[in-house]
């Protein structure tokens, strides 16, 4: 417990975020929960929250560095970090490089097709509703965001995925697929929220495809902390690394 930390606003699968002395801030702790398959899979896995959120942070900090509003503010600990409060927009979007998953099940992709440009989807965030895929009329119809928002979000996402497929790149990681959610600020503007971690992402070893993500725990294989693990070491500085206490 930090001395910042008021009162719970919302607790999710993995995070809970917490009220602070400004209302402009809120903090997030990242637990070591796990889910899959909509909430049927659980698990609690030492270290899993602290590991993703140094990648998340990491991550938040280069997208900002390339002129993305993020709302990350400060890590005050391993697993606690201080943001921007934001009225959230209830989309998942998920961008894919590569066709895996449901995308094969679904449509006849081939295996591990280059998606270029890479596909786009929206899905609603809502448990009740079991988060179902939507389209552009049904997001307007909804007044969940308008066409120019809409626009907007996908310009973002799509140079997300440019920076983020990049500095992967360069460290032997594939980014195949990805989720990000958005929030407005206090002054309308749309901003990246929630987080980009190994839980929120497909990230394959550029050589061998080995996943390093949350498909290790939703095949129910071991080692996702492991895996986890060689993210931080592949994506943290060495001042990064020493400042967090990583080997
Ligand atoms: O690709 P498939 O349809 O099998 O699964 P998905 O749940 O749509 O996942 C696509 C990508 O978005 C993966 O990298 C997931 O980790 C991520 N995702 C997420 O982080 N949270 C969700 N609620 C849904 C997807």
């Known amino acids: 417990m930090t001395d910042v930390k008021k009162e719970l606003l919302y607790t999710g699968k993995a995070?809970?975020?917490?009220?602070?002395?400004?209302?402009?801030?809120?903090?997030?702790?990242?637990?070591?929960?796990?889910?899959?398959?909509?909430?049927?899979?659980?698990?609690?896995?030492?270290?899993?929250?602290?590991?993703?959120?140094?990648?998340?942070?990491?991550?938040?900090?280069?997208?900002?560095?390339?002129?993305?509003?993020?709302?990350?503010?400060?890590?005050?600990?391993?697993?606690?970090?201080?943001?921007?409060?934001?009225?959230?927009?209830?989309?998942?979007?998920?961008?894919?490089?590569?066709?895996?998953?449901?995308?094969?099940?679904?449509?006849?992709?081939?295996?591990?097709?280059?998606?270029?440009?890479?596909?786009?989807?929206?899905?609603?965030?809502?448990?009740?509703?079991?988060?179902?895929?939507?389209?552009?009329?049904?997001?307007?119809a909804l007044e969940i965001a308008t066409e120019e928002q809409l626009q907007q979000i996908r310009q973002i996402t799509l140079k997300i995925n440019k920076v983020l497929s990049e500095f992967l790149y360069e460290r032997g990681l594939i980014l195949v697929d990805f989720k990000v959610e958005f929030g407005f600020d206090k002054d309308g503007n749309i901003v990246l929220g929630d987080e980009i971690s190994p839980d929120t992402t497909r990230l394959w070893d550029s050589e061998t495809h080995k996943n390093f993500d949350k498909d290790i725990f939703r095949k129910g294989e071991e080692g996702v902390v492991d895996a986890y693990e060689v993210v931080v070491n592949l994506v943290l500085n060495d001042e990064e690394k020493q400042k967090w206490n990583i080997d």
């Open 15 to 140: 995070k809970n975020v917490y009220k602070t002395e400004n209302d402009d801030e809120v903090l997030i702790e990242f637990r070591d929960d796990i889910t899959a398959l909509d909430g049927g899979k659980k698990d609690t896995l030492n270290k899993k929250g602290a590991y993703n959120a140094l990648i998340s942070s990491k991550f938040f900090k280069i997208l900002e560095d390339e002129g993305i509003l993020t709302q990350f503010i400060k890590l005050i600990n391993e697993n606690e970090m201080i943001a921007k409060s934001l009225d959230m927009i209830p989309l998942e979007v998920i961008c894919r490089n590569i066709a895996t998953g449901s995308l094969l099940r679904k449509y006849p992709f081939h295996k591990n097709q280059h998606l270029q440009p890479p596909v786009l989807q929206f899905d609603y965030k809502n448990d009740v509703y079991h988060d179902p895929m939507l389209n552009d009329s049904i997001i307007i």
